[in-house]
């Protein structure tokens, strides 16, 4: 499985938007990108996935680069309750989580 | 449509007694998942049920947890005996058959073995 590497944490300012970024540079042809994250006392929600083109859905965008090597989740105006853990996930098959960048939004 | 359900919410137990967790998922759901999430990390997969079956169960500690997915809805996970290091969020999720990068995961149970 391709392993990924993101900040441990990271500030965003209120009504700013938050771009999360995230290493995956041993990335297989088939492997997909995905993001969920976790909120204080809750479990993981999912947010966003992508294979090779950028996607956007009502929650975030998702930028991958041609290479495929990275990518950045978009949060185009974040708001205190998108304060939480963001964990970027690459697999063919299983979900499995790393540690994760913990988002704190400042007011 | 109401989500995953899991109970109780929190239970402690001292250790070499045993506990069990319950888990109902998404009506139509047909994967169930068991993860367990230790303070500071992600969740990580215990075990995997399609429908009655189980597709993963590598990370399991089958020496003390099981679980099972009677009529391929509700879940019970056991552990007996606990150990200090089970010390724990047990998280529940479920996905739809051809959706399964898309998990709905539930409040989680917090145990604490004393």
């Known amino acids: 499985d391709a392993k990924t590497t993101q900040p441990p944490s990271m500030d965003c300012a209120e009504g700013r938007a938050a771009n999360l970024p995230c290493n995956h540079s041993?990335?297989?042809?088939?492997?997909?990108v995905y993001w969920y994250r976790q909120i204080h006392s809750q479990g993981p929600q999912y947010i966003i996935h992508?294979?090779?083109n950028n996607e956007t859905n009502e929650m975030a965008s998702l930028i991958i680069t041609e290479d495929r090597k990275s990518s950045t989740l978009i949060l185009p105006h974040a708001t205190l309750r998108d304060t939480a853990v963001y964990y970027c996930?690459?697999?063919?098959?299983?979900?499995?989580f790393g540690k994760g960048t913990r988002l704190h939004i400042l007011p | 449509e109401a989500g995953v359900a899991q109970s109780p919410r929190y239970k402690i137990i001292e250790k070499r007694q045993s506990v069990a967790f319950w888990c109902n998922p998404i009506?139509?759901?047909?994967?169930l998942y068991w993860y367990q999430q230790i303070l500071g990390q992600g969740p990580k997969l215990l075990i995997q049920?399609?429908?009655?079956?189980?597709?993963?169960d590598s990370q399991l500690p089958k020496d003390r947890f099981s679980a099972e997915r009677l009529k391929g809805v509700d879940s019970t996970l056991k552990i007996q005996p606990a150990k200090l290091e089970d010390s724990a969020v047990y998280l529940c999720?479920?996905?739809?058959?051809?959706?399964?990068?898309?998990?709905?995961f539930g409040p989680g149970t917090r145990l604490t073995v004393t």
């Open positions: 999720a479920s996905s739809q058959e051809t959706v399964s990068y898309e998990q709905y």
């Open positions: 041993t990335i297989s042809g088939n492997e997909y």
């Open positions: 992508g294979l090779k």
């Open positions: 996930i690459v697999k063919v098959d299983k979900i499995i």
């Open positions: 009506s139509g759901h047909a994967t």
């Open positions: 049920f399609q429908n009655n079956g189980v597709v993963d």
